[in-house]
């Protein structure tokens, strides 16, 4: 079973996730609202990979990713955002550095599972 952290301080699109992951079945799945929140739930979960927005209160998905990367340099990693521009060249140091993958918000369910499966066949 594949174990996804959701880090997203929109209720409704983590409840759409948390949903069509466990719909297929093969996702065990936990949420956190901001990035303090999702490091703490890292350490717990161990997660196989991170699902985060960038952009959130209290602590933003790039210095979550920051934290957690100290201590597992490569976690699967995907990236939301509605302003990709904004944060293109982190993103590009992510997608270089560790194989990490964005998702333009908003995005379809479909892309986010294809992602999914995607990074664990590179070794996930």
């Known amino acids: 079973m594949i174990k996804v952290l959701i880090v997203e301080d929109n209720n409704a699109l ?9 719909s297929e079945g093969i996702y065990r799945v936990k949420t956190a609202k901001n990035g ?3 490091y703490v739930a890292f350490l717990s979960f161990k997660p196989d990979i991170i699902l985060t927005d960038i952009e959130m209160p209290v ?7 920051r934290d957690i990367r100290m201590r597992q340099p490569w976690i699967k990693t995907i990236y939301m955002s509605a302003d ?3 944060y293109r060249s982190f993103l590009d140091e992510e997608k270089t550095k560790y194989r990490a993958s964005f998702l333009d918000k908003p ?3 479909s892309k986010v599972i294809e992602l999914i499966n995607e990074s664990q066949k590179e070794g996930g």
């Open 14 to 22: 983590i409840r759409l996730l948390k949903q069509m992951f466990e």
């Open 36 to 38: 303090d929140e999702g």
């Open 59 to 65: 602590k933003n998905g790039l210095d979550m990713m």
């Open 84 to 86: 990709p521009d904004r």
């Open 107 to 109: 995005f379809s369910g």
